[in-house]
């Protein structure tokens, strides 16, 4: 057999070898965050739900899915585990990012008065038509004494 034949069965392989290794880089990293996981943090199922993590057992996790409302799931039921600041920010809708407060108007006069300030910045609209044809056109139509449309037929 020559190095030809089996040049597609050598790169099958080694494109399996990759896809299943990378398969299981992701499981260890997922297997490593549910490990370190603590009572008291903010999860993400893989169906979506937030909840605090309250105990942790083998193969079982205890979940608080809103106060006083407890869940049991399976760890590998566990999505993702949040930092507190972006579970604050998800689930109780805190965002210390805007600190800043947005001013709101009391009445409409800001918006159109930014409007008619960008118009009169705004560059003149080019007129499009053609001013020189038509001109041509309407005096043609006055050489034979017809307009158009017309013809010399009764």
Do not use: C, W
Not at 20 to 29: F, G, L
Not at 90 to 118: N, Q
Request: aromatic residues 4%.
């Amino acid at each position: 057999m020559s190095i030809v034949t089996l040049l597609p069965f050598i790169v099958l392989i080694g494109a399996m070898f990759l896809m299943t290794r990378s398969a299981k880089k992701k499981q260890q990293a997922a297997a490593q965050m549910r490990d370190e996981m603590q009572p008291g943090t903010g999860v993400r199922t893989i169906g979506g739900m937030y909840a605090t993590v309250k105990e942790i057992g083998d193969e079982t996790v205890l979940l608080e899915v809103a106060p006083g409302v407890h869940a049991v799931y399976a760890k590998n039921a566990i999505g993702a585990v949040l930092e507190d600041s972006e579970y604050n920010r998800i689930v109780h809708g805190d965002d210390p990012e805007s600190d800043t407060d947005t001013v709101v108007p009391d009445d409409a006069s800001s918006l159109t008065e930014t409007a008619d300030v960008e118009a009169e910045d705004a560059a003149p609209k080019a007129d499009l038509t053609k001013k020189a044809d038509a001109a041509e056109a309407g005096t043609e139509g006055q050489k034979d004494g017809k307009a158009d449309g017309e013809t010399d037929a009764k």
